[in-house]
């Protein structure tokens, strides 16, 4: 038994899913790129146009075969996605119930909240963290202080944060948004705001991308000149704001940031040249900071590939077998008394521990070349994904769209393993199963 909607869909009682006829899925207007082959080539494609500008020397030899596994890695992924077909087979697209949509609206939003509230707890008072500290003091602190409960729950709920704008939009498709849109939007950004205030530049591109993903399928982004000369803008306004911040707390802790671009982690493998060392060395106030910025920037971008070079280079030892790319899960069971800490794991393998080491980085450390058959698995997994966000299932959609972020930036970094990737993913893929496999009776 099936009942009937205003809007000619049907509702199946047993899922609380509707159904309801489609002529053709295919993608439409800026949708098309989100496709995953799309992202993966424009990653590659932004990546080697950053390598071009970068004003750097690679400081280590290169050898044939860390590129021939990046080759191979792409090249199983690309496999794996060209092994689905471009639209499912089935004839009726799944749309969850705007009812379910409203009641995980403000559920995502209580737990988002709630979430940010622990975070903010341990942080403040469980890791007596205080307001403008400096990045490394306070990074020390939250090192030395270790998990705890209150930081577990944390890591739990506030990555449902994200859910929260794709929820809020998924509610309002077709209408006339108001004030609670900003407000959606300020909560899915919370976790990147936190992040960004501990120096962690990855967590807050992942939010700021995450909300375009958003926007993007569901058709509030246009691309306009204003548009893009806005967000332009602002983009650049943060990214200047941020090295404005770090360069005053290097200060104030007696290090100078010239050290940073030649000395810090992300230098190791992409120093200045000689260029771009005597003009950032000559020049004085705003213009230090855009020079330092575009610098920092470059090479932070960038050095993730040379990371892996120089890692599968002194690689000797056995693999981790997931401890590194999930190792969320890792520190979980470790925490209950089960196997050893993922960081004591991943130091003893890894020739520098902490560094970006592109998205294959953590794959090999676990895997080594067993890990192509996986990577084609998850190529695949993507594809399908897409096809079934292409027909408005929401219950997919929010776990794709951060997948897609993955994919954009695996020339840089990891996102399942940094920037708190496995906790979002745990998040949305618990949506994606309770909203999507558990029956449910009506309630209406």
């Not at 403040?124 to 729950?153: C, D, H, K």
């Not at 959606?184 to 909300?211: D, E, H, K, Q, T």
């Not at 360069?247 to 190791?268: H, I, L, Q, W």
């Amino acid at each position: 038994m099936s009942i009937r909607t205003n809007t000619n869909a049907l509702v199946n009682p047993s899922t609380m899913r509707l159904t309801r006829p489609v002529a053709k899925a295919a993608p439409l207007g800026l949708v098309r790129h989100l496709a995953p082959e799309r992202l993966a080539l424009y990653g590659i494609g932004i990546y080697l146009i950053m390598f071009i500008l970068a004003p750097v020397v690679i400081t280590i030899p290169l050898t044939l075969e860390p590129f021939l596994y990046l080759f191979c890695g792409y090249g199983c992924i690309f496999l794996g996605m060209a092994a689905v077909r471009d639209l499912p087979k089935a004839q009726h697209s799944p749309v969850l119930a705007p009812s379910v949509v409203n009641v995980w609206f403000w559920m995502s939003l209580t737990l988002g909240i709630v979430g940010i509230a622990f975070k903010l707890f341990d942080r403040f008072s469980v890791r007596a963290a205080e307001v403008g500290a400096n990045v490394i003091q306070e990074r020390e602190a939250m090192a030395q202080a270790g998990a705890n409960g209150v930081s577990v729950v944390a890591a739990v709920l506030y990555p449902f944060c994200y859910l929260v704008f794709f929820l809020y939009l998924a509610r309002t498709r077709g209408k006339k948004r108001d004030w609670r849109f900003i407000a959606a939007l300020i909560i899915s950004l919370a976790p990147g705001v936190i992040a960004i205030s501990m120096g962690g530049r990855s967590g807050f591109m992942v939010s700021i991308a995450f909300a375009t993903f958003c926007s993007i399928y569901f058709g509030a982004f246009r691309i306009r000149l204003r548009t893009v000369i806005i967000s332009a803008v602002v983009f650049l306004i943060l990214i200047v704001i941020s090295s404005v911040v770090f360069v005053n707390r290097m200060e104030a802790v007696k290090v100078d940031p010239m050290f940073t671009v030649y000395e810090s982690g992300y230098a190791f493998t992409d120093r200045p040249n000689a260029w771009a060392g005597a003009a950032l060395s000559g020049s004085r106030g705003f213009v230090f900071y855009i020079y330092f910025t575009v610098l920092m920037l470059l090479q932070y971008f960038v050095h993730g590939v040379f990371e892996f070079v120089y890692q599968y280079q002194h690689f000797s030892q056995a693999h981790l077998w997931g401890a590194d790319t999930f190792s969320a899960y890792f520190k979980l069971f470790h925490m209950l008394g089960f196997g050893r800490d993922p960081f004591d794991l991943t130091s003893s393998v890894s020739p520098r521990t902490g560094i970006y080491t592109t998205f294959f980085g953590p794959v090999f450390l676990d895997f080594g070349w067993w890990a192509m058959p996986l990577l084609a698995l998850f190529g695949a997994a993507l594809k399908k994904m897409w096809c079934q966000a292409l027909q408005d299932d929401y219950s997919v959609a929010p776990l794709y769209l951060y997948l897609a972020i993955v994919v954009l930036f695996m020339p840089v970094t990891n996102l399942i393993a940094s920037a708190e990737g496995m906790y979002v993913i745990s998040a949305l893929f618990l949506f994606w199963f309770v909203t999507a496999f558990i029956p449910r009776s009506v309630s209406r």
